[in-house]
């Protein structure tokens, strides 16, 4: 039989850790609503939690498992109606707040029994003490791995080893109190609640170090997708610089072309050259000379497909202003805006509204780089950031990447609308402080 | 170009005082500060569209610049006199209603908003927002500082910050208000503001200053 001493927590203080461990995430995690909506709903929750307990308490003891699961799912709903996840997501974080409910309970009840004859005063102020020292401690260390108000956003194999993790330790932790004749049991009172707050401590653990793998793994897999298409854009503008160098072989060409059509007698036969080389010139007049010869490739090439598609580019740049800029951040820049203007600027349905412009000026110590583009008026935002209408790895890095190179070099982006005009406006100071990174 | 206009008109019931000039050293020789845009043909024979800018530029400097050429080849300069765009001929009419519908509300945005307020020794002041490069706040005052002068009054920072309300001023940190029109630059959490002051931009804030400051500054274009 389990002896007295080790006599299971009170229900309310279950109930107490389990609302306590909800709201450690509630104040990690982005949130659906104002925080006095947040505030009444918590409460609500740490009601509904009490209520859901004190029920289970009076059931026997076949029900115990029951009782659980109805407190889970409990957690379970406060989550996912105070947090802005998806259920996946709320589940993930429902397996970790209830491990570390266990864990906060479990602690506190160890002390408590060990200072079982302490005055009642001398009791609360422990319990006090105990949850609000384990909660705390535990939102800092989430809290690091977590930035505030981030975006959790689990797949279902990371919920299914968080619900494994949880359901174990959660098992194995609680055995002596169901069975005290099996293997994993232990047979000595207070023995028995210290084996269960060493269970639950690495429970959380685990927990833990499984959110962490799982992060650093999702941020090797962005920095390599980035990597990926900074290289594309690279490749791009070397593309353009291979163009430009062909044109001007063809300018040196057409020396030799005249001489040839100056040499010609038949005038039949000189209008056949004349025509032939009007064609193999055609679309090269509009070259950029910006002054900054990595915006010039950039700026032709882009200008080139801009040609192709219809769509009117105007341009008002003096490159020498980014001269200290480095190619490849330039071309990030440059080469991701006016992809995204042209790609917004072309789901506009009728042709002739479709319009790009690209500026580059001085502002006192600042340089102003911005793209504009006429569109549809629809922008999808996520956190009230702009992101993608593309679908599948590699995208949606474009503004991301025009972001870090800015700060590279101590600036910043911003996206503006305005009367039926896209516009992304980068802002650098002009001295250029490039990092060394 | 002309036929652009009369249909531009038409079509957004404007009226606008229209003027030719046959060539860059028309439009110079005695010129007034009178129009309100220009739209400049670069390659004009006596004296070129840049050059009669440059020397507009030294009398005007609102006017707001179009240019029109058939060559990209000057688009740097345009930098240098203000320019606000740069058409490339032949000129679309729906390009160039896009401009031009841009000059106007560059136009509409002009007009000049002024507050009133009463200094501590009980002067009345009237002064151009636009003039107010910062507000400091000094313990149950603060002191506005323009482009003419400074005046203590008895305020807070936060009613200024609400009475500045859409006039792109930026709070840098807890006792300074900022009129991003007189930033003049940055270097990591110092901000300098025309007239060779210096103010800290306390570190929560910045990235939000800059993210204002390329707004307000990509929001103004050429033109300043």
């Not at chain 2, 003049?184 to 990235?207: A, M």
Request: net charge neutral; aromatic share 8%.
């Amino acid at each position: 039989m389990i002896p007295e001493v080790v006599a299971n927590i009170p229900r309310t203080y279950t109930a107490l850790a389990e609302w306590g461990a909800c709201m450690v995430f509630v104040l990690i995690v982005a949130r659906r609503m104002p925080w006095l909506a947040t505030a009444a709903t918590m409460l609500g929750g740490l009601g509904a939690l009490l209520a859901v307990q004190t029920v289970a308490g009076l059931l026997s003891v076949t029900l115990w498992i029951p009782g659980m699961l109805a407190a889970v799912a409990t957690m379970f709903a406060l989550l996912l109606g105070v947090l802005r996840v998806t259920a996946v997501t709320a589940g993930y974080l429902t397996a970790r707040a209830f491990v570390l409910a266990e864990l906060t309970a479990s602690i506190h009840w160890q002390l408590d029994r060990f200072y079982a004859d302490a005055p009642d005063a001398v009791k609360a102020g422990l319990l006090v003490l105990v949850y609000a020292g384990v909660l705390t401690a535990a939102w800092y260390v989430e809290r690091r791995h977590m930035p505030r108000g981030t975006h959790v956003d689990v797949g279902v194999p990371d919920l299914v080893s968080a619900l494994a993790i949880a359901g174990a330790t959660f098992g194995i932790s609680n055995l002596s109190f169901v069975n005290a004749s099996t293997p994993f049991s232990g047979r000595l009172g207070p023995e028995i609640l210290y084996i269960r707050t060493l269970v639950d401590l690495c429970g959380f653990i685990a927990l833990y170090v499984q959110h962490e793998v799982r992060r650093s793994l999702q941020a090797r897999r962005e920095s390599e997708a980035m990597a990926r298409l900074l290289t594309s854009q690279h490749d791009q503008y070397e593309i353009s610089r291979r163009t430009i160098d062909e044109v001007n072989r063809k300018y040196h060409d057409m020396k030799h072309h005249l001489d040839a059509v100056r040499a010609e007698q038949d005038a039949q036969q000189r209008l056949v050259i004349l025509d032939e080389l009007e064609t193999s010139i055609r679309g090269y007049g509009a070259q950029v000379h910006s002054g900054n010869a990595v915006l010039d490739a950039v700026l032709t090439g882009k200008q080139m497909y801009a040609r192709e598609q219809g769509i009117p580019v105007v341009v008002v740049a003096d490159g020498r202003l980014v001269d200290f800029v480095r190619p490849l951040d330039l071309t990030s820049i440059v080469g991701n805006a006016l992809d995204n203007a042209f790609e917004a600027t072309m789901r506009l349905p009728e042709q002739e509204r479709r319009m790009v412009r690209f500026s580059l000026f001085a502002h006192d110590d600042f340089v102003m780089l911005r793209v504009e583009n006429t569109f549809d008026g629809r922008v999808s935002r996520r956190a009230g950031r702009i992101v993608t209408r593309k679908e599948g790895e590699g995208h949606g890095y474009g503004l991301r990447n025009i972001e870090a190179a800015a700060e590279k070099y101590g600036g910043s982006v911003s996206l503006g609308q305005d009367d039926g005009w896209f516009s992304v406006r980068v802002l650098l100071p002009r001295r250029g402080s490039a990092s060394s990174a | 170009m002309i036929s652009h206009l009369d249909q531009f008109q038409r079509e957004h019931g404007e009226r606008f005082h229209v003027g030719a000039f046959r060539d860059g050293r028309d439009i110079i020789e005695d010129y007034r500060p009178d129009w309100d845009i220009l739209l400049l043909d670069i390659q004009m024979e006596r004296v070129d569209g840049m050059t009669a800018a440059r020397r507009i530029r030294e009398h005007d400097a609102e006017v707001l610049i179009l240019f029109v050429t058939s060559s990209p080849q000057f688009a740097i300069s345009g930098y240098e006199v203000d320019a606000l765009s740069y058409l490339l001929k032949p000129v679309s009419y729906p390009v160039f209603e896009q401009e031009l519908q841009r000059c106007l509300i560059r136009l509409r945005r002009r007009e000049r908003r002024h507050i009133l307020f009463s200094t501590v020794d009980g002067d009345r002041h009237r002064v151009d927002v636009a003039d107010v490069l910062y507000v400091e706040s000094a313990k149950h005052q603060v002191v506005i500082h323009t482009l003419t002068g400074d005046h203590s009054v008895v305020s807070s920072l936060k009613a200024m910050e609400a009475e500045f309300a859409g006039d792109d001023f930026f709070r840098c940190n807890s006792g300074y208000l900022v009129n991003l029109r007189h930033v003049t630059g940055i270097e990591g959490n110092d901000c300098s503001i025309r007239g060779g002051v210096h103010v800290q931009v306390s570190r929560p804030r910045k990235k939000v200053f800059l993210a204002a400051l390329a707004a307000y500054i990509g929001a103004k274009g050429i033109t300043t």
